[in-house]
């Protein structure tokens, strides 16, 4: 079973030239570099969705430290939350 993770916010400090697309790839390449998949909304403006990594074992906390560092290797900033996503 995948766990999967819920991600709500948007990010800072794109530059102005960035396109959507690139954001897009850029975000997307991440995640698929670990094995995980997104489904959502990933715009430049707004970033709404889960995450979800079949069989994974890891933690909300460690997910939040890689991504929270890819952004900031990119000169980026997340301004929103990532909590586990708990189906109700």
């Known amino acids: 079973m995948a766990k999967e993770l819920e991600l709500q916010g948007r990010v800072?400090?794109?530059?102005?030239?960035?396109?959507?697309?690139?954001?897009?790839?850029?975000?997307?390449?991440f995640l698929e570099e670990h094995h995980w998949s997104f489904g959502g909304c990933l715009e430049m403006e707004?970033?709404?969705?889960?995450?979800?990594?079949?069989?994974?074992?890891?933690?909300?906390?460690?997910?939040?430290?890689?991504?929270?560092?890819f952004l900031a290797r990119n000169g980026w900033s997340f301004d929103g939350t990532i909590e586990e996503y708990l189906p109700q």
């Open 12 to 29: 800072r400090g794109l530059p102005p030239d960035m396109t959507e697309d690139a954001f897009w790839h850029s975000v997307i390449g």
């Open 46 to 69: 707004r970033v709404c969705g889960c995450i979800a990594q079949e069989g994974s074992d890891g933690t909300v906390d460690q997910f939040r430290e890689a991504f929270l560092g």
